[in-house]
T-cell receptor, first 115, second 114 residues
């Protein structure tokens, strides 16, 4: 089975622009979470979606939004980019059921650079 | 909200020695504690996890222990090998139905010296 996939792998944007990041979960996984990882730090939770509904939101401004599609893939949108948004954006998927419900598997991430 | 503290931030060991990384958490309702290994430029990889109803779990050279009373958990790697060199993150899952939010520690950079 394919793991979690994300696109694009790298992205360079300028301040004030908008960006859309995409994630496809592991087949059969129904929950997708987004994390931001700044260099030298642990991942920080942004959003969690399950069955197309938002189930959790971290301490991020309203410039960050996300959605989940019927096929369980997900998009993360960031508006009015700031230099401080430069980071690795990670998507993680979970079965959200059964004995291994809590296990989260990460994608390779999208490296966003804002100039 | 949940807060996870991790130490040490860096750890160097000789090949074959053991390595121990410790984490503390603040929310006594947290019930799931995974450990991730992240090599340079790669995704975090789930290496072991433990639930709050278990005190210890082992998988070959890796073990995790949990002390709910003290709200701390530890990763133990025995017989370390150069390929164990990476950054290790601990995390705690927020309580609450349907929540899969993880709060991560700041990471421990492990260097295994051949």
């Amino acid at each position: 089975d394919a793991g979690v996939t994300q696109s694009p792998t790298h992205l360079i944007k300028t301040r004030g622009q908008h960006v859309t990041l995409r994630c496809s979960p592991i087949s059969g996984h129904k929950s997708v979470s987004w994390y931001q990882q700044v260099l030298g730090q642990g991942p920080q939770f942004i959003f969690q979606y399950y069955e197309k509904e938002e189930r959790g939101r971290g301490n991020f401004p309203d410039r960050f939004s996300a959605r989940q599609f019927p096929n369980y893939s997900s998009e993360l949108n960031v508006n009015a980019l700031l230099l401080g948004d430069s980071a690795l954006y990670l998507c993680a998927s979970s079965l959200a059921g059964g004995q291994r419900a809590y296990e989260q598997y990460f994608g390779p991430g999208t490296r966003l650079t804002v100039t | 909200g949940e807060n996870v503290e991790q130490h040490p931030s860096t750890l160097s060991v000789q090949e074959g020695d053991s390595a121990v990384i410790k984490c503390t958490y603040s929310d006594s309702a947290s019930n799931y504690f995974p450990w991730y290994k992240q090599e340079l430029g790669k995704r975090p990889q789930l290496i072991i996890d433990i639930r709050s109803n278990v005190g210890e779990k082992k998988d070959q050279r890796i073990a995790v222990t949990l002390n709910k009373t003290a709200k701390h958990f530890s990763l133990h790697i025995t017989e370390t090998q150069p390929e164990d060199s990476a950054v290790y993150f601990c995390a705690a899952r927020h309580s609450g139905a349907g929540s899969y939010q993880l709060t991560f520690g700041k990471g421990t950079k492990l260097s295994v010296i051949p």
